[in-house]
């Protein structure tokens, strides 16, 4: 059986260009047939190949940690519209450090920050935005970061997880058994998190600065709400095309 029918039968529906990525980085038969079975078995493709492309860029990426979606080029997109010269940049619930690795390439002389609680996202973070001299800490939120970064941001990127608890087991077996529970769980509503990192957004946005959320459809007005309840000025945007949605929120 070659390789497209082994995917297309294990229920890959872009079984030719998977065959066509495992077998350019393969080495030998026996490792395209090793990549192979861990797909058939339902391990996320990304973490087979050891990266995943965003923005065109090839992110890297290790087991157990969030795979950078598409969809979140729309933050990418409205964070370089709104970023200005020589930008403070956090990207926060950083995962893989995409968002940020993307921004900077887009505005180069941004000073770029990352933080998660992952260690294993953590380590491929300080890979991703190694290119623009990115800093990464670990630990939960903002604790872990630097008190001089305080009031200093310009543009607070946020990918946290926005899934509701009870709709976890309706994901993707890819996402649900392979990704981190804390990156895709995101509480009751799906808000949680959102709330925690609206409550401190003002001690470190700088005056004039923008607080960026992905999140669900269904989750953006809790989101809109817990940035205005943090007396932030928020706006939805969508992108039918992306199937994305995030909250901007202007300090004012």
């Known amino acids: 059986m070659t390789v497209v029918a082994r995917l297309r039968a294990a229920g890959c529906v872009f079984a030719e260009d998977e065959a066509r990525l495992l077998s350019a980085e393969a080495r030998t038969p026996a490792e395209l047939d090793t990549m192979i079975r861990r797909r058939v078995d339902g391990e996320p493709l990304e973490v087979i190949l050891g990266w995943a492309e ?7 990426v290790e087991p157990g940690v969030f795979v950078p979606r598409q969809r979140s080029e729309l933050l990418v997109r409205h964070a370089v519209a709104l970023a200005g010269p020589g930008a403070v940049v956090l990207d926060l619930c950083c995962g893989t450090g995409a968002l940020g690795a993307a921004i900077a390439t887009e505005l180069p002389g941004i000073q770029l920050y990352a933080a998660d609680i992952e260690p294993a996202a953590v380590r491929c973070a300080r890979i991703n935005v190694a290119n623009a001299g990115g800093e990464v800490f670990e630990g939960d939120l903002y604790a872990p970061l630097p008190a001089s970064l305080r009031g200093r941001v ?13 709709a976890i087991a309706m994901m993707p077996p890819e996402a649900r058994d392979h990704e981190p529970r804390v990156a895709l769980d995101g509480g009751h509503d799906g808000v949680d998190v959102h709330r925690r990192v609206a409550a401190e957004a003002l001690q470190w946005l700088a005056p004039g600065g923008h607080l ?41």
């Open 54 to 60: 965003f923005h065109g860029l090839r992110i890297t």
């Open 154 to 166: 310009d543009l607070l990127v946020v990918n946290a997880p926005y899934v509701p608890t009870d």
């Open 212 to 252: 960026l959320i992905e999140t669900g459809e269904t989750q953006s007005a809790n989101t809109a709400e817990a940035m205005a309840h943090n007396d932030l000025k928020p706006e939805v945007s969508t992108d039918d095309d992306l199937y994305a949605t995030i909250v901007v929120g202007a300090r004012h």
